[in-house]
């Protein structure tokens, strides 16, 4: 169940990040509050959701989890995810550095789990 759990967490975190950036390109939705102006877009708020959503998840994840090793493995494979993602919606370019990058945060995260039960 936990593992489910962290899977569903890593998807809305990532696809939330992903969304509001998309969102931004192009907002069509304005605020006004007192004199702060804000712009949004339906993706913005999607994310927003996403990642709220996803916060919410969080909240469980640690409380039946380690942290030890529920933080070191939801911020690798999300921002993994956000690079690969960001690279497939966003036409964001890896760098060499950042594959490199990537394949060490890989490796860490199969260290730190094989270690766990």
């Given at each position: 169940?936990?593992?489910?759990?962290?899977?569903?967490?890593?998807?809305?975190?990532?696809?939330?990040?992903?969304?509001?950036?998309?969102?931004?390109?192009?907002?069509?939705?304005?605020?006004?509050?007192?004199?702060?102006?804000?712009?949004?877009?339906?993706?913005?708020?999607?994310?927003?959701?996403?990642?709220?959503?996803?916060?919410?998840l969080w909240l469980i994840i640690v409380s039946r989890m380690n942290l030890t090793?529920?933080?070191?493995?939801?911020?690798?494979?999300?921002?993994?995810?956000?690079?690969?993602?960001?690279?497939i919606f966003l036409k964001e370019r890896i760098s060499l550095t950042q594959g490199?990058?990537?394949?060490?945060?890989?490796?860490?995260?199969?260290?730190?789990?094989?270690?766990?039960?």
């Amino acid at each position: 169940m936990i593992v489910l759990l962290f899977i569903l967490y890593v998807l809305l975190a990532s696809s939330g990040l992903i969304l509001f950036k998309l969102g931004s390109i192009n907002p069509n939705i304005n605020l006004d509050i007192l004199s702060f102006h804000i712009s949004f877009s339906i993706k913005s708020l999607i994310g927003m959701f996403c990642y709220g959503c996803s916060f919410i998840l969080w909240l469980i994840i640690v409380s039946r989890m380690n942290l030890t090793v529920a933080m070191p493995l939801s911020v690798a494979i999300v921002n993994t995810l956000v690079v690969v993602g960001s690279c497939i919606f966003l036409k964001e370019r890896i760098s060499l550095t950042q594959g490199i990058g990537i394949f060490i945060i890989l490796s860490g995260v199969m260290i730190l789990t094989s270690g766990t039960k």
